[in-house]
């Protein structure tokens, strides 16, 4: 069924596929990439983001982080990815697709701390304040002063194994004003990780407990004095998904 779907978007693609794959000419562990469909997907996404005042950033692990997929991606409105740890920052990097935010499922190894900050991005998730320190000199080297999201958490959050960690949400204004006071860096905003996920039993994407928590934890933020922050919330995003996520607060 899925092929059947895939032949009626681009047939002549498809059986060339399998003509090649067939041939023996495709090796073990390829695949391929209808590169028409991935820019016109990203466009979707981006007009999407972009109604609803939302910044959207490439994942491009899935792809391998291939040099072509980041250019479609590129092409259909993306401009910038998030990079899950070095190997990937580098990648697309090399790519010609800028790193808009690195740190944020993968901590950057503090050996590499200098080359993360030579990407020069958007935003550098830490989830405690020793990483916060390495970004902060590692950005001064550079005559810049890195804006920090801060990973932060609270009892009932779900998290993939190995993934757990962060500031405790209920200490986050206290954690704000301590990343301001590192030089080279500033508190820039909050994330988590993941916000949705796909309910088998409802077959729809819900909100994770941990959604709440960022919008939680910006009201506090606000209350505070700190308002405009970035919210970050990633997980089994799409155009569908991208209304509700705005409606939460995220940007």
Known sequence: MFLDALRR?????????????QAGKLPANAYVIDLDAVEDNARVIADAAKRLSLTAF????QMGRN??????VRRGGIGKAVAVDMACARAVH???LPVGHIGHLSQVPRREADMA???????????????????GAAARKRNRRQPLLARIRAQGDQFYRGHEGGFPASEMAAVADA??????????????????????????VRPTPNLQTLRKTAEALARSGRRNIEINAPG???SSTLASLAEAGAT
Not at 67 to 72: E, K, L, N, P, R
Not at 118 to 135: C, G, M, Q
């Open 179 to 204: 990343l301001d006071r590192i030089d080279g860096a500033r508190f820039a905003g909050i994330t988590t990780f993941p916000a949705l996920l796909f309910d088998p039993v409802s077959r729809k």
């Open 236 to 238: 089994t995003t799409s």
């Open 94 to 96: 090399r790519a010609g």
């Open 67 to 72: 040099g072509s997929f980041c250019a479609a």
């Open 58 to 61: 490439a994942m491009t692990k």
């Open 117 to 135: 900050a030579s990407f020069e991005p958007d935003y550098w998730t830490v989830f405690n304040l020793e990483k916060a320190n390495e970004a």
């Open 9 to 21: 978007r681009n047939p002549v693609l498809i059986e060339q596929a399998i003509a090649l794959h």
